[in-house]
């Protein structure tokens, strides 16, 4: 790949832009007429327009391809019209851009080639630097700027679900290796979430210097753990990616998958929403978080893909359950419960946008 000429882009103008949008507003716990919706793996298989540009290379290619990736994160902007973006990559482009030996596998997932298993292969995790090592998110973070009328999220792995994919290889239901290290070498497993969270920290700096507007921090996997062995092994690390977020003055999402008992642990990291999966109902996360923290989610992604008739009345649900907050600031953004599936009919999440939007124009009648 040639050298890429980075676009200079006026970030305060961006900012200016942005810090009223209604997704913004609800990250930032403000009145909004309605829930700002988007969905995780909102780009992807399920549209049409991505199949037809994609072609048969594979993801960490499309991903290098700024222009590529450009038009990617925009088609479903262009398509469903959702309040924010999120930019098209992989929470492992950080490991791979440094040299880890990480695949994407079609049908598998993340793969890693030698697999973390000792102390000596922490030097493998040198540290990032994004303009030499991924400049090709840099220029799509860039590209995407200029052109959004909408915010763009900046994301990244949280060091443990980075951690689970370095050290079982692949994606596993059990994590027994990771749990492993984590309980018989403390020293190493602090070591490497201290070296995973900077390399997070350094790819969500980089794309929110050049014009992100908000960052989440996906810890996908988290919900493999008890309680106890989160806030011990994973909260502190994580804490350290979202103190560094908070230096650069941008909303806060912080999402895991099954991580209900979770919840009030992940927003004492540092998070102004947390996202929420379609096990737990909202009115039950809640709860379980500080009354200023707002939620995102939560509705079930196999709906959708199993057509409109099932999704219709879920989506009422989901919006009943996530607009109660009596006495607090945060908000509710309409998401998955996790990403859209690629059998999914874009004519469904077309009509749930849809629906959602109508609820605004009762609230304005009211």
Not at 333 to 342: A, D, K, S
């Amino acid at each position: 790949m040639g050298e890429l000429r980075l676009r200079v882009i006026d970030l305060e103008k961006m900012t200016q832009a942005h810090a009223d949008s209604i997704f913004i507003r609800a990250c930032s716990g403000l009145p909004t007429p309605r829930p700002p919706v988007w969905f995780m793996r909102q780009a992807g298989r399920s549209l049409p327009e991505y199949r037809a540009i994609r072609g048969t290379g594979t993801i960490l290619r499309a991903i290098a391809d700024p222009d590529l990736a450009t038009q990617i994160t925009l088609q479903p902007v262009q398509r469903y019209g959702t309040d924010a973006a999120i930019l098209y990559s992989d929470i492992m482009t950080p490991v791979h851009a440094i040299g880890f030996g990480v695949d994407i596998a079609p049908g598998v997932g993340p793969v890693v080639e030698h697999p973390f298993r000792s102390r000596a292969d922490l030097q493998r995790l040198r540290p990032l630097d994004p303009e030499q090592d991924t400049p090709y998110v840099v220029q799509t973070v860039r590209n995407l700027v200029s052109e959004l009328t909408v915010p763009l999220i900046a994301f990244a792995g949280a060091p443990f679900t980075v951690a689970s994919y370095l050290i079982e290889g692949r994606p596993s239901r059990t994590y027994v290796n990771t749990k492993a290290l984590m309980h018989t070498d403390e020293a190493l497993w602090f070591d490497l979430m201290d070296r995973l969270a900077d390399l997070a920290i350094e790819s969500l700096r980089s794309q929110i210097s050049n014009g992100a507007a908000a960052a989440q921090l996906f810890d996908s996997w988290a919900g493999a753990l008890s309680p106890a062995d989160y806030e011990r092994f994973v909260l502190p690390s994580s804490t350290k990616v979202m103190t560094a977020v908070a230096e650069l003055g941008v909303p806060r999402i912080h999402f895991g998958v099954n991580t209900a008992e979770l919840l009030g642990l992940m927003a004492s990291a540092g998070a102004e929403v947390v996202g929420v999966d379609w096990r737990t109902p909202l009115d039950a996360a809640r709860l379980r978080v500080p009354a200023s923290v707002g939620l995102q989610g939560n509705l079930d992604p196999a709906l959708p893909a199993a057509g409109w008739g099932p999704t219709e009345p879920a989506v009422l649900d989901v919006l009943a359950r996530g607009g109660g907050n009596p006495g607090g600031r945060g908000g509710h953004i309409f998401n998955l419960g996790h990403g859209v599936l690629p059998e999914t009919n874009p004519e469904v999440l077309e009509r749930v946008i849809e629906l959602i939007h109508s609820t605004a124009t009762e609230n304005e009648q009211r």
